[in-house]
Each structure stands twice: as C-alpha cells, then as structure tokens.
C-alpha cells in the first residue's frame, strides 16, 4: 500500500511566530526536519504581503518551502515559481474602491484611541488592509493595542460599521493580526490557495484564528482541509507531534492487517 501524500499548510502570526515576529530557529528547523523525514510537502499560507512574509520567515522563504502563499493565496509561489495574480482593484472597480477608502479613513477620524501611528490603509494585490491606529505601531505598541482592542472591541465594530455600508460590494471584512482588518472579495479567502496545491490526499491546515470572523476560518472550516486549532507556536509543534503519531499507528495497522 503507497502511503497517503499529505501537505501541511500553516498560517504564520501566532502559528509559526508571534505576530510579525520572526520565526525561532528551532521551529524552522523542526518543520524542515520533520517535512523530510516524514516526506511531505509544506505550505505556507499568511494574509500579509509576500515583503512581510520574507521578513519573518527570511528572504529565501520561496526556496525553503514547496507552496509560498501571500495574501491569502493571491500572490503564490509553487516551487520557487510565480503564479500570476488577479488585483482587487479589478474586481471591485475604482469607484467602489474610492467609497471604502473614504468610509475607513472617516470612520478612523472620529476614533480615539490611546494613540495612533502612520498608514491606516494599505492597498496590496489582493486586499485592502486597514487598520484604525496606524500600521507604523511598533512590537510595543502593537502588543498595547492588541490589548485595548480585546476590552473595547475596536475592531469588531469597525467590521460591523463596514458590513452595514458596504452590503452589496461582495466584500469580506477579516480580523486578522493584531491591529488590522482584511478587506478581500468575497472567496479570496486563505481557501483561494489551495487552488494551488498539486494534488494529494489530504491537507492538514494549522492556523490560530479559526474562529467565526478571524482570517483562518473559511480554510478551517472547509471540506478541502483537515483543520488544527493552534495557540501558539509551541502548540503548532505538539499538533504536528500529534499528527504523525497517528500516522505512524495508522501505517502501522495497515501494516499488521496486510500480513495477515
Ligand atoms: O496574521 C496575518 C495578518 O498579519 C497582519 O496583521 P496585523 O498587522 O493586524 O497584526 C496583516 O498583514 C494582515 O493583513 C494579516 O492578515
């Protein structure tokens, strides 16, 4: 019996690193390690832009992993090779565009915050990225708003204000990081990239915010993958422990029954 050809697709913020930090040198290694000896492919898969997923995964992150998926998948790397990319601004028109950068940066004007920083709206290839203090926060201030925003839920009532104008857009507004929302057409989601994905047998996706509105859900959820909740990086570690342990009992029985 030929073993079953898995993929294993991880998300990167709070997955593979602490939001926007670099990935540990122990967990890099352990995921090249463990993909060879256990032979299978991985996948990386972030709602950021491809510049920020070299700075947290390094520069040759295209060289080190088989699929390289930023923005959801809208700009995709197969073994080391570009796929072509569609633009948001196509599907959504000018006009339309213009209304949701006017709406964001009104509804951010009358926001006070603790503070707020630079670059509240960041337009990439395949969604708009806002973020009501300012993308210009440091680690710091980060983390500082991260916090504020889990007791007065800024965001989520920004995502509620931005359905409520924009129903008809086909737009999907995701909490993703820590101080952002991804505005993407509706599909373009992180399911977009398993388009890309060569066939296999399964794919496990890893990812920590699978929750209802958290930028991992739809790929959790979807029947494409098998889907692993994870806390933080050292919990991504245990669940792949975890996986190949019971791939390792599964070969084992197939083994035993085949003796018979
Ligand atoms: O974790 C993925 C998210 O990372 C960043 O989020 P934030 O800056 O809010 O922490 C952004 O690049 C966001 O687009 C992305 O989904």
């Given at each position: 019996?030929?073993?079953?050809?898995?993929?294993?697709?991880?998300?990167?913020?709070?997955?593979?690193?602490?939001?926007?930090?670099?990935?540990?040198?122990?967990?890099?290694?352990?995921?090249?390690?463990?993909?060879?000896?256990?032979?299978?492919?991985?996948?990386?898969?972030?709602?950021?832009?491809?510049?920020?997923?070299?700075?947290?995964?390094?520069?040759?992150?295209?060289?080190?992993?088989?699929?390289?998926?930023?923005?959801n998948?809208?700009?995709?790397?197969?073994?080391?090779?570009?796929?072509?990319?569609?633009?948001?601004?196509?599907?959504?028109?000018?006009?339309?565009?213009?209304?949701?950068?006017?709406?964001?940066?009104?509804?951010?004007?009358?926001?006070?915050?603790?503070?707020?920083?630079?670059?509240?709206?960041?337009?990439?290839?395949?969604?708009?990225?806002?973020?009501?203090?300012?993308?210009?926060?440091?680690?710091?201030?980060?983390?500082?708003?991260?916090?504020?925003?889990?007791?007065?839920?800024?965001?989520?009532?920004?995502?509620?204000?931005?359905?409520?104008?924009f129903?008809?857009?086909?737009?999907?507004?995701?909490?993703?990081?820590?101080?952002?929302?991804?505005?993407?057409?509706?599909?373009?989601d992180?399911?977009?990239?398993?388009?890309?994905i060569?066939?296999?047998?399964?794919?496990?996706?890893?990812?920590?915010?699978?929750?209802?509105?958290?930028?991992?859900?739809?790929?959790?959820?979807?029947?494409?993958?098998?889907?692993?909740?994870?806390?933080?990086?050292?919990?991504?570690?245990?669940?792949?422990?975890?996986?190949?342990?019971?791939?390792?009992?599964?070969?084992?029985?197939?083994g035993?029954?085949?003796?018979?």
């Amino acid at each position: 019996m030929s073993e079953e050809k898995i993929v294993c697709l991880f998300d990167v913020d709070g997955t593979l690193t602490k939001p926007r930090q670099k990935i540990e040198p122990q967990m890099e290694q352990f995921l090249l390690e463990t993909a060879k000896r256990e032979k299978f492919d991985i996948g990386i898969v972030s709602g950021s832009d491809i510049a920020k997923v070299k700075e947290q995964l390094g520069d040759d992150v295209i060289s080190k992993y088989k699929y390289v998926f930023a923005e959801n998948g809208l700009i995709a790397y197969v073994d080391e090779k570009q796929l072509p990319s569609e633009s948001i601004l196509t599907v959504l028109g000018d006009d339309a565009h213009q209304e949701l950068t006017n709406f964001c940066l009104k509804y951010i004007s009358e926001l006070t915050l603790p503070f707020k920083r630079g670059t509240f709206i960041e337009l990439r290839t395949g969604m708009v990225n806002v973020s009501p203090v300012g993308r210009n926060c440091t680690t710091a201030e980060r983390d500082q708003f991260a916090e504020y925003d889990k007791e007065h839920h800024i965001r989520e009532k920004f995502v509620q204000a931005l359905k409520k104008e924009f129903p008809d857009l086909g737009l999907t507004f995701a909490i993703g990081g820590q101080i952002s929302i991804d505005v993407f057409p509706n599909g373009w989601d992180k399911t977009y990239c398993l388009r890309h994905i060569d066939e296999c047998d399964k794919i496990h996706f890893f990812g920590d915010r699978c929750y209802e509105g958290g930028n991992d859900y739809q790929i959790y959820q979807s029947d494409l993958t098998v889907g692993h909740r994870v806390n933080d990086p050292a919990d991504t570690i245990d669940e792949i422990k975890v996986l190949l342990e019971v791939r390792k009992e599964m070969r084992n029985r197939d083994g035993a029954l085949q003796c018979r």
